[in-house]
């Protein structure tokens, strides 16, 4: 008899053992899924990572490890989340000073999309990283240092074409 191991009992193990890690690391973050949010995260982005569960822990797993939910941004701005065209995810390690993002394409049509992750405002500077091309599902992920040259900020600036042109700035001063 061949022995079958069921996805379902690794994806479970796996929330177990992410839910215990983020249960120990309660003053840093709460979790509304397997990846956590950070007590920095606005009460907006805690709403928004309530109620998008999947889409939260699917772009906070392809950052990888240790990074924490900062902030949930439905794109372009003005638009009732619910008609959104995507979602710039900005995930951050307290501890590294890192930052990760993740531009989720919610039209359900490739799309040409960019991404890119700068320390500082200046895009396209030193310390950038980019994803750019048609995607289906999301563009990134994209990573860059959360000390910017004055001081703690960065950017992520995304791009989907026809649709979508915004730059956020991120941080405490700049």
């Known amino acids: 008899m061949k022995h079958v191991r069921s996805s379902v009992g690794i994806t479970a193990a796996m929330v177990a053992m992410l839910l215990t890690f983020g249960a120990t690391q309660a003053v840093a973050a709460t979790s509304v899924s397997d990846v956590p949010v950070?007590?920095?995260?606005?009460?907006?982005t805690k709403d928004f990572a309530k109620s998008n569960q999947p889409a939260i822990s699917r772009a906070g797993h392809a950052c990888g490890g240790n990074y924490q939910l900062a902030s949930a941004d439905p794109l372009p701005f003005g638009v009732d989340p619910k008609l959104r065209k995507g979602v710039l995810y900005n995930y951050i390690t307290p501890d590294s000073g890192s930052a990760c993002?993740?531009?989720?394409?919610?039209?359900?049509?490739?799309?040409?999309?960019?991404?890119?992750?700068?320390?500082?405002t200046n895009v396209g500077g030193p310390g950038c990283s980019s994803d750019k091309g048609n995607f289906l599902e999301y563009a990134g992920p994209t990573y860059t240092s959360t000390k910017g040259p004055r001081g703690t900020c960065w950017v992520?600036?995304?791009?989907?074409?026809?649709?979508?042109?915004?730059?956020?700035?991120?941080?405490?001063?700049?």
């Open 38 to 44: 950070a007590k920095s995260a606005s009460a907006f």
């Open 101 to 120: 993002a993740i531009f989720d394409n919610n039209t359900g049509v490739r799309q040409y999309m960019e991404l890119t992750s700068c320390p500082g």
């Open 156 to 174: 992520h600036q995304a791009y989907m074409q026809r649709v979508i042109s915004e730059g956020i700035t991120y941080g405490k001063t700049c």
